[in-house]
């Protein structure tokens, strides 16, 4: 579903736990790992109505050919113009660091406009360099965010740490990036608004 298995494992907790009827919410749907994984939950608790929206062509048109989601939208996130309250939950997994600040604050005010029950969004903590992935022009990161900047927009928030099976691992990876002059972080910021 991310790129954090322990990410994974406390945003189940975040979920209603019935979402039958509900409408959600994915922004950035990439290839399509939320969307499969709020599938597989509503399987057992009730199928939901899915939404995404995804401004990369390549991952929208893959998307529409999986029948993972009702309803998929092509373009960027802050610009969305679905109804106020629409959804019941709206989840953005690694998506608000490929905005620079001013268009990641308005895709935050414009999920909470959306969105009649939980906001969640999952960023690296901190600012981390991510380059071009499958051509993908929208996947640099362009602003890195804080804990403290979700506690002032009213956001509840976890740090979770991504699940590296080995020290040595962990220490390779942060050689590796320290020699390219880049900063390897191995956390993620859970962040949670009701709106």
Known sequence: MSHAGTEDKFLKTLFPPYMEGLRVLDVGHGYG????????RTYKT???????????????????????????EHGLAE?????DGFFD????????????R????????NMER???????????????????????????????WSVKDFADLGYETRVVTKNVNSRLLVRIAELIFRLRGKRWDNKVIVAWKDV
């Not at 790992?33 to 597989?40: A, K, M, P, W």
């Not at 610009?79 to 109804?83: K, L, N, R, S």
């Not at 998506?95 to 620079?100: A, I, L, Q, R």
């Open 89 to 100: 939950l709206s989840i953005a997994q690694h998506v608000v660091e490929h905005c620079d």
């Open 102 to 109: 001013e268009a990641g604050l308005s895709l935050l005010r």
């Open 114 to 144: 959306v969105t009649s029950g939980r906001v969640i969004i999952c960023t690296p903590d901190g600012y981390t360099e991510s380059g071009a992935l499958d051509g993908n022009e929208h996947n640099h990161h362009l602003s890195g």
């Open 46 to 72: 009730g199928w939901c109505e899915l939404y995404g929206v995804e401004p990369f062509k390549e991952y929208h048109d893959l998307m529409k050919r999986t029948g993972i989601y009702d309803h998929l």
């Open 33 to 40: 790992q939320t969307g499969l994984y709020i599938r597989t």
């Open 79 to 83: 610009t969305m113009m679905y109804e």
